[in-house]
């Protein structure tokens, strides 16, 4: 396969994260060069892309990953109870769609990081631009500052929040990670993969939060190592047959985060408004792009809910009882995104988050 990505990107560390513990082997290249030819092969530039040798082109890691599962059912990373599925597939949705912000703003609102990425950055991406180099690192690094630091929330007023998810995670992860290897077993789940996305290429790798993972959460540190070697290291697929108690931070802070901005995005997007505002965890956030993908984000949920029995249905709502959450089993906020309505993802034409 060949995966069309970045060396220090989010969603291509996920994929490359599950690849890597599938045995799958894929080679990488950068798609930026030959962006109008693989726009309109693929929908969007974005990356991961997976190119397929039989000349089809997969977009967007989460569908991805659960086309792959089918394809290749051996060292499954979906429980196989469906109680502790759905709960693995919301905490992937939160590693996802939350923590980005938290990434974006380590990475690029901090000296330091920001230019040793935006070097990074400009010799992977910008080369196919006939521009100085110090030109080109000047343009990521003024991009990537707008678009998804000042122009998605992160304000004097809302700082210390957007840092507190990052802790918040951490935590939630170390409780899990106290009595077994993985968040949701002995082997890695779509949990622990999805959380390698924030986790791998981000706060794992870029100089001011590794420093903070390192000294502060070093278990999390060592989840990082033992999910990229967890092919070495692994045989058969172990997972947990049930929701422990040991989960209940994570899901407390899932409910008062992403469940939050997941309701508010629907009511905007559905009102047609370009930006909303939100209150999460006491903290106002004055204006936020509204994302027709993240709409789609919520549908599946709904969707996955909605394929369980009455039973594991009920279990989950045991599991779930903050408030926030019956966003997915009660119709009240409409969800429409209009995206992917023929479920041909994901080998449909994709869309960017803030498209
Ligand atoms: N939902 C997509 C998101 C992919 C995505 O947004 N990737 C980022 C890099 S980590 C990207 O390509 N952004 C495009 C841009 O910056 O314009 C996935 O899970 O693959």
Redesign the pocket.
Known sequence: MKVWG?S????????EAYLRYKGLAYEMEHPFADQKRIKGLAG??????LERDDGRWM????P?IQHLEKEFPERTVLPADPVVRFIALLIEDYA??WL?RAAMHYRWSYEHDRELLSRILADEITTHLRLPRIVRRYMVKK??LT??VLQDGVSEDTREHVEAGFFNAMSAMEAMLKDRPYLLGNTPSIADIGLM?PML?HFGQDPTPAAIMRNEWPAIAEWVARVWNAHATTQETSLLGAIPDDTGLMLKEIAETHMVQLRENAIAHENSQSHFEMTAQNCRYKKLPVSR?RVYCLERLREQFNELSSEHQDKVKALLPHPEYTLIWNDEVTANSGYDVERQAPFNM?I??FE
Request: charged content about 20%; aromatic content about 16%.
């Open positions: 970045v220090v990107s989010y969603y291509t560390g996920k994929l969007a530039i974005q990356v991961p892309l977009s967007d890691s989460t991805i996802d769609e980005w991009r990537q678009r998804w996305g290429r993908y994709a960017n988050v």
